[in-house]
């Protein structure tokens, strides 16, 4: 198994995506291009192995022999033992999704910067903050 596909399956079974509310899936955003540019590869090559490794082990045969489904399996299986690998990939697999402008476009997202209007920000009420302001400074002797 190659390590794009690799990388297409994992990001398919984070973010599955939903085509009745047309979302995008993980796979359909380019993520082995977002970790390759970012010089991220090295902790999915690192975790590919640990798979195949894991894979060989137990049931005596190949990654290269398993079924798309298999390897999910496999993935879900070993989740807890590999906590920290997995997420690791899903929070680069956040950043990658939600840069994506065609990810935020369906989600209903602005893809762009908010300038010049600036963000708009709601009044709030700062009288709540009355009681703390009127305390004056607090020092912590130390």
Not at 60 to 69: P, Q, R, V
Not at 120 to 131: A, K
């Amino acid at each position: 198994m190659s390590i794009e596909g690799f990388v297409k399956i994992i990001s398919s079974l984070i973010i599955p995506g939903d085509e009745k509310k047309g979302l995008l899936s993980g796979s359909e955003v380019n993520f082995y291009k977002y970790l390759e540019s970012n010089d991220k590869l090295d902790s999915l090559i690192q975790y590919l192995e640990l798979i195949r490794s894991n894979y060989r082990a137990e049931f005596h045969k190949e990654l290269l022999d398993c079924t798309e489904e298999e390897i999910k399996f496999h993935i879900i299986k070993g989740r807890r033992k590999n906590f920290r690998f997995l997420n690791d990939i899903s929070v680069l697999l956040c950043e990658c999704y939600y840069s994506d402008s065609c990810a935020l476009q369906r989600l209903g997202l602005p893809s762009d910067a908010p300038f010049p209007e600036g963000n708009i920000i709601n009044e709030i009420d700062l009288t709540l903050l009355e009681g703390v302001y009127n305390k004056g400074k607090i020092y912590r002797q130390s």
